[in-house]
């Protein structure tokens, strides 16, 4: 069991078999290369949270939320450029809420490609021409399914999603 202090969600337990390492670590973050997903019982946003850093926790989504199909083209693509088997991998997305705006927006530019079997992912960047850090989730081009639960990747060993697990009476909402 892996315990974490302090977190946005405050303290927290999550099984080993739930860590994905990042290899090359993520963008601005080069140094953090341990990650868990935090799943929420509700909304489709869950956090890719540090496992070094607990101050460090990102929101994502699954990009098969995202309609029309991202990115572009075959998955096998995607799955080739880090050497991994399509059928065994997730692309998520880092998503913001906009302090201009308040409207949802997602980095389309650098998905994050995991290798679930594996449990290892990279941060990768597109053509920065087709796609961009800051889009609006719900613009005519781009809209969010609808959900009420996040399920992103199955923790290995047991076949169950990673939720955390408050040590703590107190948590703060996400």
């Known amino acids: ?9 405050g303290d927290i337990s999550v099984e080993e078999t739930s860590a994905i390492a990042f290899p090359r ?8 290369s341990g990650f868990t997903i935090l799943e929420r019982t509700n909304g489709p946003i869950a956090y890719l949270q540090s496992l070094k850093n607990p101050r460090l926790a990102l929101p994502i989504i699954d990009s098969s939320m995202l309609s029309p199909s991202y990115p572009d083209g075959p998955k096998e693509d995607l799955a080739n450029l880090v050497g991994i088997d399509v059928n065994n ?15 949802l927006r997602a980095n389309l530019l650098a998905p994050i490609v995991v290798d679930v079997e594996n449990r290892k992912a990279w941060q990768i960047i597109l053509d920065p021409e087709t796609y961009g850090a800051n889009v609006a989730i719900g613009d005519p081009k781009n809209t969010l399914a609808s959900t009420n639960k996040t399920t992103i ?3 290995p060993a047991s076949g169950t ?3 955390a697990t408050p040590t703590t009476a107190t948590s703060a909402n996400p």
């Open 1 to 9: 069991m892996i315990h974490l202090s302090n977190t946005r969600f």
């Open 25 to 32: 670590g993520i963008i601005g973050f080069s140094e953090e």
């Open 89 to 103: 991998m997730a692309v998520l997305v880092v998503v913001h809420v906009s302090p201009d705006d308040k409207r």
């Open 153 to 155: 990747i199955n923790a």
């Open 161 to 163: 999603t990673t939720t």
